[in-house]
């Protein structure tokens, strides 16, 4: 027995894709410039330069609306990380992605209305979320106004230092979308994930709601 | 004082730095030039006229006033003014044909292979012959238009911090080519609005401040530090990706010298670690890029591991 738990509502569901296909054009349009040239492939650098700028302002906006969301509406607690029994879920949600998904075992902790983030997706979506998007906007919003930042300090080109954290907050974030993309295929089926993102449902599969295992993890 | 706010490594603090106040250079007079300049360092002269026995002043015509604090900082600080000028100009009133004495050229002292190899000036004199400022009809350019010799002072070769080093090559540029100078008088040809010839570029202040004209307005080469072969404006880089790529122009150009620098002191190796942000999206740091490459190739090697594990075991 199933049923349907309704866990991304339309705002949530509206970020996220708003989000992934902002940060979509950043990635390519960031790749294109990293890598750009007279003889290389890559979108041409004025335009990628446009194309980059635009949606980062706008996903400013866009981490804003998801800032202040999170705060209102109360989803922000399941980036919270529980410090006790930590390590104990990390490793049971890292057994089960390399060993258990294998043997037909059951997610320790199932998505439900409680929980909507294993122990490794909390822990990533939070560093993520707010700490290399605020610095990706920090260093991005710099570089749009060079001359606020400062030519050097303690001997490093402040310039430089901006430029490199912004292209590394980059790749984390293009990094982690790799990842993300490819544990989303996790679910029931390969796209169950991708669907519930777009429906906001999420199927309960009655064998896993209330694990007991996981609430007793979850507890310790 | 600016109050400019930087982002630090790891705690992303926001401080405030103040820029230093720029150290007031030390300057050395040649005491044999003292005379000189009692005239033509001063926009107004004195003199005796033992006819009229009294103290005469007039105003020194602008192009014979000397700035004696740029003089003792140019290139030629420690030259007496009769090593180029005449010695009879030790003597007042000075001769009217004085006025039509051959001056040396350039060339002349650079010309001699001995006199700083290095430097190139027989190769900086033909790339000039190529450049639109002697080829152009009718020019009236030469070395002396754009170094003046009593106050031209070498920034490029030098610590100095690349910022002056960008607005003192371009105020050379600009003293012609703002459209208030000499272009107009020698062409009749004004230049005027820079800014909206260049508008195309993103942000063209910006640019004006972080390259030189001659990063896009010459020919480059590689044996020369600085180019001198200045193309007509219809052959100047456009393409934003000259710069700002891994093979950046600005390398052969403007960050040449620092470049050169680095290699001598510390080897080829630190360039390639600690490889400088030249401009945005240049690739900064081959290092990283490795580590970002074999990060992906992981993620990827894992996630068709991973998956093929999972339809093996469907």
Known sequence: MSGKVYLYPIWIRMWHWTNALLCLILIVSGISMHYAGPKSPSIRFDIAVSMHNISGIILTASYVIFFVGNLVSGNGRNYLIQFTGFRKRMWKQIYYYSIGVFKKEQPPFPIGRERKFNPLQQVTYAVIMYFFMPVIFITGWALLFPDIIVEEWLGINGFAATDVLHIVGGFMVSFFLLIHLYFATMGKTPTEHYKSMITGYHEDHEEHAGHPEAKAADHK | ?314
């Open chain 2, 1 to 314: 004082m600016k109050i400019r706010f930087f982002i630090l490594l790891a705690l992303l603090p926001i401080s405030v730095s103040l820029r230093s106040q720029d150290s007031i250079p030390k300057i050395e007079s040649n005491p044999d030039n003292n005379f000189c300049l009692s005239c033509h360092g001063n926009r107004w002269y004195t003199y005796w006229n033992s006819d009229s026995t009294q103290q005469i002043q007039h105003k020194m015509f602008k192009d014979l006033v000397i700035d004696s604090i740029e003089f003792y900082q140019n290139n030629h600080k420690t030259f007496a003014c009769t090593d180029c000028h005449s010695s009879e100009y030790n003597n007042l009133p000075h001769k009217s044909d004085l006025k039509l004495e051959q001056m040396p050229a350039c060339m002349d002292c650079h010309d001699d292979s001995e006199f700083k190899p290095g430097l190139n000036f027989k190769t900086i004199s033909d790339e000039f012959d190529k450049s639109v400022h002697a080829t152009r009809e009718n020019s009236k350019t030469n070395c002396w238009s754009c170094h003046n010799p009593h106050s031209y002072r070498i920034t490029t070769r030098s610590e100095h911090n690349l910022k002056e080093v960008v607005a003192y090559d371009n105020s050379i540029c600009l003293e012609c080519h703002s459209g208030m100078g000499k272009f107009d008088l020698l062409y009749g040809d004004p230049k005027s609005n820079l800014l909206a010839k260049h508008q195309w570029l993103p942000d063209p202040v910006k640019h004006f401040k972080s390259a030189r004209c001659i990063e896009c307005h010459t020919e480059i080469r590689e044996d020369m530090l600085v180019a001198h072969n200045i193309r007509p404006k219809e052959e100047a880089v456009k393409t934003c990706a000259a710069c700002h790529s891994a093979d950046s122009r600005l390398k052969h150009t403007l960050y040449k010298y620092q470049l050169q620098q680095q290699r001598e002191e510390k080897g080829v190796f630190s360039t390639i670690v600690s490889g400088r942000v030249l401009a945005v999206g240049t690739n900064p740091s081959p290092i990283l890029n490795l580590i970002s490459l074999l990060m992906v190739a992981m993620a990827f090697g894992g996630i068709i591991i991973h998956s093929l594990i999972r339809i093996f075991k469907k």
